[in-house]
Nanobody, 116 residues
Framework: QVQLVESGGGLVQAGGSLRLSCAAS?????MGWFRQAQGKEREFVSS????????YYADSVKGRFTISRDNAKNTVYLQMNGLKPEDTAVYYC????????????WGQGTQVTVSS
C-alpha cells in the first residue's frame, strides 16, 4: 500500500502562485492531481507519466499549471500560476500502480483558496 501526502496548499490572492507537492511512500506509475470544489464533483486537473515524457492538463488550467515529478524522491509537483477564484478547491494527489490501471492511491487533500 502506497501512502500519498500532499503539501503546499494555502490562501493566495488572484493572480498569485502556489506549488503543491505530493510525496509517495513507494514507487508508483502515472501520477495526477484532481480537485473538488465545494458542492461540485471531483475533476481531473493534470497527470504525468512515470517517465515524465507525457503530461496532460484540463482545459481550464492549460497554460497556467505545470506538473512535474522527481522519481528519485517519489514526488510529484503542481506549479500553479495565475490563480483564479474558480481554482479554489481541495486538491488531491493520486497515483496508479501501473500505467494501464486506475488511480488506486489517493492523498488526503490540501485546500487551495484563491481570493478575489
Amino acid at each position: 500500500q502506497v501512502q500519498l501526502v500532499e503539501s503546499g496548499g494555502g490562501l493566495v490572492q488572484a493572480g498569485g502562485s502556489l506549488r503543491l507537492s505530493c510525496a509517495a511512500s513507494g514507487r508508483t506509475s502515472d501520477m495526477g492531481w484532481f480537485r473538488q470544489a465545494q458542492g461540485k464533483e471531483r475533476e481531473f486537473v493534470s497527470s504525468i507519466r512515470w517517465s515524465g515524457s507525457s503530461t496532460y492538463y484540463a482545459d481550464s488550467v492549460k497554460g497556467r499549471f505545470t506538473i512535474s515529478r522527481d522519481n528519485a524522491k517519489n514526488t510529484v509537483y503542481l506549479q500553479m500560476n495565475g490563480l483564479k477564484p474558480e481554482d479554489t478547491a481541495v486538491y488531491y494527489c493520486a497515483a496508479k500502480p501501473s500505467t494501464w490501471g486506475s488511480y488506486v492511491y489517493w492523498g488526503q487533500g490540501t485546500q487551495v483558496t484563491v481570493s478575489s
